[in-house]
């Protein structure tokens, strides 16, 4: 019997996010992170392990026990490794602004299968919805919208195909909050084929720029011009967390006990997360589901 103990966070953006990947010698002079092979923006692992531990700890989480689910400072990180294993941040649905429509939900059938292996793995879904296939140029929709009609994401034309997507409603509903987002992913939730998605992902992110002025004069700093990617408010992610046994000799606790303490007190009445860099200017609040019991 496996001694690990699994959640699922569903991250809901609810203001831009920015986690940087440093410097880039291109028009975006700070880009966000993303998995290298398939251009998907992301959070890497070692940036949702610090969110959750600086909000665990200002939140008032026993040092002992902080100690025993993080791991040591780092002068003492040899010591013992924390109990908590945090994979990155991955993108679930992607807000695309629409010529013909409110804003879309966008997804593609590539990450709808990494994400039912994830919830299979954490044993989170006892039965998979079936992934639809979707030909290039159409946008697969929820049968509750209407369809036979072009639409448009950014510049590029799809034609919208109605689809039953019922049982990954059901899931992104687990994911973003059912009792605030039911209806708007029922109209908003549209799948798009996997090269039209990657296409998204770089094209329909905005960008913000900055600037520095001189104290003096009031007008731009020489060179103080800079370009910041982000993600948009409405972006879901979901983060893949498992716990093991506590490896702390002050702390004696199984997976389980390790995971509810951490979880359940962090999230029940004040369920946001701070994630990423530029806090001090209101980025990076996430309202945040936990998912601990399986999907039907």
């Given amino acids: 019997m496996s001694q690990l103990s699994h959640r699922l966070l569903g991250l809901t953006a609810q203001t831009p996010l920015h986690a940087g990947s440093g410097s880039a ?83 593609c059938p590539s990450l709808l299968r990494r994400l039912g292996r994830d919830l299979q793995r954490l044993g989170l879904v006892e039965a998979l919805p079936a992934v639809p296939e979707v030909e290039s140029e159409q946008a697969l929709v929820a049968k509750s919208q209407s369809g036979g009609e072009e639409l448009y994401l950014e510049e590029f034309r799809f034609s919208q195909v109605v689809a039953d997507l019922a049982g990954w409603l059901d899931v992104f509903e687990r994911l973003c909050g059912k009792e605030d987002y039911q209806k708007e992913l029922r109209q908003q939730l549209t799948l798009v084929d996997d090269d039209s998605f ?21 007008t731009v700093a020489a060179g103080a011009l800079w370009y910041e990617e982000n993600l948009s408010p409405e ?25 509810s303490e951490l979880l359940d007190g962090l999230f029940i009445e ?21 998912v601990k019991e399986a999907m039907a």
């Fill in 25 to 107: 010698d291109d028009v975006i002079d700070l880009p966000i992170q993303r998995e290298a092979h398939s251009d998907w923006p992301c959070v890497f692992g070692s940036s949702v392990k610090g969110a959750l531990r600086a909000h665990a700890e200002g939140n008032g989480l026993d040092a002992k026990l902080a100690q025993a689910v993080f791991g040591p400072d780092t002068a003492n990180a040899s010591v013992h490794a924390g109990s908590l294993l945090v994979s990155d941040a991955r993108l679930a649905l992607l807000p695309v602004r629409s010529l013909t429509s409110h804003f879309r939900w966008v997804t």
């Fill in 198 to 218: 990657r296409h998204l992902c770089r094209s329909a992110l905005p960008m913000q720029p900055h600037i520095r002025l001189d104290s003096e004069t009031k």
């Fill in 235 to 259: 972006t879901v992610l979901y983060v893949c967390l498992s716990a093991q046994p506590s490896r702390y000799d002050a702390i004696d606790k199984s997976a389980d006990a390790l995971m």
């Fill in 270 to 290: 004040r369920p946001w997360l701070q994630v990423g860099g530029n806090e001090t200017v209101g980025m990076g609040w996430c309202r945040v589901e936990v």
